[in-house]
């Protein structure tokens, strides 16, 4: 089977001249040496195509293959996760992971939020400001978090995230959109026990994975799962299995709500209780990173005894099955006469 590897790496964006917050989300060099060992080990034959245009240069010049598996985030605009899978339903080409239409409305947490609690899942109220604080005059919510509406990884989360006042939500507000030149979502700070849910499969076959607790160390930026946290979480994190009633309605409701934004194959969704230990929806990761011992996904299917290289083939084996194929093992060696 020939998968086509598609993938954003620091390393390009870096000698483009982005800077390190801007390629925060982007993967490293060992992550796709990592996940192409582990097609090859599942007898797949990897071909490392390299960022969403690399894809295109190659589809248009007829080449195509078994599967596209892409994790590839974009650079610019609300739907740039969208980007690679719209192309490669334009050219017909298989490809892993969800549709465009749910790999955009997730990006933005808003619509994202919206969606899910339509569907019956409790998120912390919100509400976006397009371009000026001014826009929230009325929000009481306090405390309250403020981040960008359609960023990953961390970014723009940071200890003046967390607002207490209106002149504090305000300045938050202003930094977000000047900053990284998009509407500025607030929430509802909610002060329990954050959770991030690993899910695989379609539809009725959709199963949680696992559910791991997110404790921050002493050392780390206090109060929240930041782009500084993040980076350094060998240090600062405690990634910890939680299988208790509260983890549990969590992982419930992260299954109610991949299905409501019609997540495809595997996602990551992240939840935070209130005070009472009700689990709330925050967000959606339709592309998890995939890093084996540094991404969410990843470290919570291992602590569940599920190892990399499964972790693949259950992901593989969801979209093949979506095609309505399936996985077939090398044929045997023949023996030298």
């Known amino acids: 089977m020939r998968v086509a590897l598609v993938c954003d790496l620091r390393d390009d964006y870096r000698a483009l001249g982005l800077s390190e917050e801007a390629v925060a989300e982007f993967d490293s060099v060992e992550t796709i040496d990592q996940l192409a060992a582990a097609l090859e080990a599942l007898h797949c034959e990897v071909v490392r195509v390299g960022r969403g245009q690399m894809l295109a240069a190659r589809l248009v010049a007829g080449e195509r293959y078994d599967l596209v598996f892409s994790i590839a985030e974009g650079v610019k605009g609300r739907s740039r996760e969208a980007q690679v899978a719209a192309l490669c339903e334009l050219f017909d080409q298989p490809y892993l992971f969800s549709d465009p239409l749910t ?34 005059a009325d929000w009481t919510d306090f405390p309250a978090f403020v981040k960008p509406v359609a960023e990953g990884t961390g970014k723009g989360c940071e200890a003046a995230s967390l607002v207490h006042t209106q002149a504090e939500l305000e300045e938050a507000v202003d930094r977000v959109v000047e900053r990284y030149h998009q509407p500025a979502l607030v929430e509802q700070y909610l002060p329990g026990r954050e959770f991030t849910v690993g899910i695989a499969g379609n539809g009725n076959d959709a199963r949680v994975l696992g559910v791991c607790e997110i404790l921050l160390k002493p050392q780390a930026e206090a109060n929240v799962y930041s782009l500084h ?26 299954l109610q709500a991949y299905r409501a934004l019609e997540c495809r194959d595997a996602a990551r969704i ?68």
Not at 103 to 130: I, N
Not at 231 to 252: K, M, N, Q, W
Not at 310 to 331: F, K, N, S, V
């Open 270 to 337: 992240d939840f935070r209780s209130d005070a009472n230990g009700d689990p709330h929806f925050l967000e959606a990761n339709p592309i998890a990173g995939l890093n084996p011992w540094h991404s969410d996904l990843p470290i919570l299917a291992e602590q569940n005894g599920i190892g990399f290289v499964e972790l693949i083939g259950l992901i593989l084996d969801a979209g093949l099955a979506r095609y309505g194929l399936r996985r077939q093992a090398p044929e045997p060696r023949r023996k030298s006469a």
């Open 103 to 136: 790999m955009a409305a997730s990006l933005d947490k808003a619509v994202a939020k919206r969606l899910v609690r339509d569907a019956g899942v409790k998120t912390p109220a919100f509400a976006v400001a397009e371009g000026a604080a001014n826009e929230l």
């Open 229 to 254: 946290n993040k980076e350094l979480c060998e240090d600062l994190v405690i990634y910890a299995p939680a299988d208790d009633g509260e983890a549990r309605l969590a992982g419930t409701r992260a």
